[in-house]
């Protein structure tokens, strides 16, 4: 992910067309275990028509992440078919406007959509601070804000199914870029699950990773679960 955001972003950047059977509902899309990413914007400075101030989604099991909010990135976010609801994060890489000026607006909506669940913000040092000023034309929302600020040369937040790294880049104020990553569950072994005389109600559960205790023994996930295969 550091590199690169893979196929997925590429289809973004280089504006593939959608076949009409996925462009009609395109919030109903995403796959289970899927994570969909889509650049809202990768314009710098200045918005201009068919590009918008930098902003990067991604959805992955009914949560969404945003990485920057520039200007106009509610507008992008509909124009794509997505929702506002499911954000559940939004990471900030540096607190220039064009990064982060659109943020008032896309917390006015979130509001109006009667959101009640918090709102994690991750930046860096002086994050609570800037957020706060900016809310100044925004100061009742019916949801909180949980802050997070990334001080160290680079650090691994864990949350909804995402492994997200911040690391320092360089720029002319204090700036960090962020990696995703996904931990994939390995492959039910149903002939491990079967020598090792497991029932068959725990085989569910024990996929997805949860540890089972039924009539005095105790199933756990690695008995049952091969190593998730390397990319």
């Known amino acids: 992910m550091r590199a690169c955001l893979k196929q997925t972003v590429l289809d973004t950047l280089f504006q593939r067309k959608i076949p009409d059977r996925l462009s009609k509902k395109p919030d109903r899309i995403w796959r289970k275990n899927v994570l969909d990413v889509c650049l809202l914007g990768t314009g710098g400075m200045m918005p201009l028509p068919g590009r918008r101030l930098t902003a990067l989604m991604t959805r992955y099991n009914g949560s969404s992440l945003l990485i920057d909010c520039g200007e106009g990135t509610q507008v992008a976010i509909k ?12 990471c900030f890489t540096h607190y ?8 008032p607006g896309l917390l006015l909506t979130m509001g109006n959509t009667d959101r009640r669940e918090p ?30 600020e ?3 040369p680079e650090e ?24 995703l990553e996904i931990s994939r569950k390995g492959k039910f072994d149903v002939e491990r699950a ?6 068959i109600k ?11 205790t039924l009539d005095g023994k105790t199933y756990t ?6 190593l998730p295969e390397r990319d």
């Open 79 to 90: 124009e794509k078919g997505w929702s506002f609801k499911p954000i559940d994060a939004i």
């Open 96 to 103: 220039h406007a064009d990064h982060i000026s659109g943020l």
């Open 119 to 148: 709102l994690t913000m991750i930046g860096p040092k002086g994050l609570e601070r800037v957020v706060n000023s900016l809310r100044v034309i925004c100061p009742e929302l019916p949801f909180p804000i949980v802050f997070h």
């Open 150 to 152: 990334v001080t160290a």
């Open 156 to 179: 691994v937040i864990e949350m909804n199914g995402y492994k997200i790294t911040a690391f320092r880049v360089q720029h002319n104020i204090t700036c960090y870029g962020y990696s």
């Open 194 to 199: 079967k020598a090792q005389e497991i029932p």
């Open 202 to 212: 725990c085989w569910n559960p024990l996929q997805k990773g949860e540890t089972v």
């Open 221 to 226: 996930p690695d008995m049952v679960l091969a």
